[in-house]
């Protein structure tokens, strides 16, 4: 799982945001950045599963960057991190659109479990290891993508996007954003790969009546959609 779960710290003491990496090291990815923008620009420019915010930031203070991100429709859960400790500033914090508030000096397990709870109450990390929509079921654990009781078979690749758009469900992905989450920024493959790939996977989800639930939307990228929730 620690390679499909992505957390961005954004945090100016190097050494605490090396730390905080090493705690969630066990069951994901983590990117760090240093100042305010740079973490506004890496929160609005990637797909982050959550972003761990503290609040006194050179370049851009915490408030900020979670104002401007909220504004851009980002609703990626934000757990504010920060010495700050005072009633109004956590209220402050919560009214712009924060999801938790741990304030420094911490304890590495609470630090886990409330990044874990906030991770399974936005869906990504489940606690039976299962991401479900309609009667789609995939076990993260084996692999295994069951419809019905019928098995599905996938490639590498293809689980990888399935995965990251159950992950994702109800969120616009743009072509750029899954062709890095999927082959890296750095890959030699042309982005109409994501192309191909989106279509294969309709393909193999159209028997059990799932593949309109991957919905294109022109000249942006896609999303991963069961209409029939509402």
Do not use: C
């Not at 991100?69 to 609703?75: E, F, L, S, V």
């Not at 700050?84 to 924060?98: P, V």
């Not at 982005?191 to 159209?206: A, F, H, P």
């Amino acid at each position: 799982m620690a390679n499909n779960i992505r957390i961005l710290v954004v945090e100016d003491d190097e050494n605490l945001a090396n730390n905080i990496a090493s705690f969630l090291a066990d069951f994901s990815e983590v990117d760090i950045e240093n100042d305010g923008l740079s973490g506004k620009f890496a929160a609005t420019e990637d797909v982050y599963d959550l972003i761990i915010l503290d609040i006194m930031l050179p370049e851009m203070n915490g408030y900020d960057v979670l104002k401007n991100i909220r504004k851009d429709k980002i609703n990626t859960p934000v757990l504010i991190l920060t010495a700050k400790a005072e009633i109004d500033d956590k209220i402050h914090g919560f009214n712009l659109g924060a999801d938790d508030y741990l304030t420094k000096p911490f304890h590495r397990e609470e630090l886990q479990a409330r990044v874990k709870a906030l991770l399974k109450r936005s869906g990504v990390l489940a606690d039976d290891s299962t991401l479900k929509i309609r009667n789609l079921e995939v076990n993260l654990n084996n692999h295994e993508i069951d419809a019905n009781g019928t098995q599905i078979a996938l490639n590498g690749k293809e689980y990888d996007l399935l995965v990251y758009l159950l992950q994702n469900k109800n969120t616009i992905l743009t072509k750029d954003q899954i062709f890095e989450r999927i082959w890296g920024f750095d890959s030699d493959t042309s982005i109409t790969v994501v192309e191909v790939y989106m279509s294969n996977l309709r393909k193999k989800l159209r028997p059990s009546q799932n593949d309109n639930l991957i919905k294109t939307i022109r000249n942006v990228g896609y999303i991963f959609q069961d209409d029939t929730e509402n």
